[in-house]
């Protein structure tokens, strides 16, 4: 057994006898599972509940995808990793850069510091957007590490990626990006890779394409769900360590005519208080915005003269459905931020309701089903499914979904 790694100031186990599996359900929530459940779609994650742990817990703020894999992966939050949504605005240059590079990662992740001990990492991701930064600090050049995406199976090569010719290997074509394959490609990868490599750490990180269109007890969910146990029960094998955890939830955001239920923040404050005063940023903003519309629960927002900071609050605090409205410092202290990359004011919506910045800024004809979303406080609570029993010290302190690989590889020694 080797010795024990300390990873952003935390100690953890050292490399597993057996397989360490983490996977990111994305945007799932207990209902899904629940509701799956009930027909007896999902036998084997009924087992890992009844033998091993059925948790709920917390994902970081804002409960969007980026800040969460990395969280996940850190096992700190946004405040140490810096990665605090899918882009941010920088106020000095104008700018607004997505976040994917791994120039902006501000800690190291749990797999480049078990790959300087030797490890075998392995890595499948749906977004191609989250590859550069799980894969930081890996070298494929030695044959102990797999990093690649869906998306871009068919671009996966043995210097970038430690694999080439994916498609063919899984007999699987590069699925559409919206679409239920591209998680299942990710499941598919993932036990194939078990199989064939045999990694230390694994980690499967999906999509929530179905889930934003797809409500608990639908029958496209729940056939996603179904499609999901079936590739858990191949992994539960060999005494490996599993635990299923999710990014965030996911809520029904439309109002009773199907139209996106969004408060146009942007078009309030300038109206308020004037144009090119503020800035509204929705750290939501990705290049998939299909299903969403750039339309989710937490919104941030810059103010170019900031003796407005107090008027702007006050403006906020008058809108019914924003339940939170703080100060940088206040935000960034209560949810774990890092100051420098939120705005002035830290804002988040009702369970259902959306933040959005100019009314004109937002494509919605794409969405064709009533809207659902993420990103505030009641898409924070997500499931932590373990195959294992987990040693809690204190069973007062709610566990996050960071914690994930240090009860995975605990369980796997």
């Known amino acids: ?32 599972f629940e509701e799956a459940s009930k027909l007896n779609l999902t036998p084997n994650i009924d087992s890992f509940k009844k033998n091993g742990e059925d948790l709920l817990v917390n994902s970081a703020i804002p409960s969007f995808t980026n800040p969460n894999n990395i969280s996940i992966v850190t096992g700190r939050p946004s405040s140490v990793h810096g990665i605090c949504g899918n882009f941010f605005y920088t106020p000095s240059t104008g700018e ?5 590079d791994p120039q902006f990662l501000r800690a190291p992740t749990i797999f480049q510091k078990y790959y300087e001990q030797g490890a075998k990492i392995a890595i499948v991701t749906a977004k191609d957007k989250l590859r550069k930064l799980l ?12 990093c690649f995406s869906s998306e871009k199976s068919d671009q996966a090569n043995l210097s970038e990626n430690g694999i080439e010719d994916v498609n063919k290997w899984l007999g699987m074509e590069v699925p559409n990006v919206y679409s239920q394959g591209l998680s299942e490609f990710v499941m598919a990868a993932g036990v194939k890779i078990l199989n064939e490599f045999n990694p230390d750490i694994m980690y499967l990180s ?24 079936r590739y858990i029960g191949q992994l539960n094998v060999n005494n490996n360590s599993i635990i299923v955890t999710a990014d965030h939830g996911m ?70 459905d924003i339940e ?21 004011i830290i804002c988040m919506s009702s369970q259902n309701s959306t933040i959005g910045s100019a009314e004109k800024a937002h494509d919605l004809s794409k969405l064709k089903e009533p809207l659902r979303s993420h990103g505030g406080l009641h898409e924070r609570e997500v499931p932590f499914i373990s195959n294992k029993k987990i040693n809690l010290n204190d069973a007062n302190i709610k566990l996050n979904n960071y914690d994930a690989f240090y009860h995975a590889i605990s369980g796997a020694m």
């Open 1 to 32: 057994m080797s010795s024990p790694i300390e990873i952003n100031e935390r100690q953890y186990p050292g490399i597993p006898s057996s397989t360490a599996i983490v996977i990111c359900l994305d945007g799932s929530q207990k209902e899904y």
């Open 96 to 100: 607004e850069v997505m976040m994917n």
């Open 135 to 146: 894969s930081h600090g890996l070298k494929f050049n030695e044959s102990r590490a797999i």
């Open 206 to 229: 999906t999509t929530d394409f179905i889930q934003h269109k797809y409500a608990p007890g639908d029958e496209v969910a729940n056939t996603f769900y179904a499609m999901f146990d």
């Open 251 to 320: 809520q029904p955001k439309s109002r009773s005519d199907g139209s996106p239920n969004a408060i146009f923040l942007q078009d309030i404050l300038d109206e308020t208080l004037g144009k090119n005063i503020s800035k509204v940023i929705l750290p939501i903003t990705d290049p998939y915005v299909v299903h969403h519309g750039a339309l989710g629960s937490f919104a941030t927002v810059y103010l170019s003269d900031k003796s407005k900071i107090n008027d702007a609050i006050e403006e906020i605090n008058k809108i019914e």
């Open 324 to 344: 939170v409205v703080l100060t940088n410092k206040e935000g960034c202290a209560q949810y774990d931020l890092p100051t420098d990359r939120m705005g002035d």
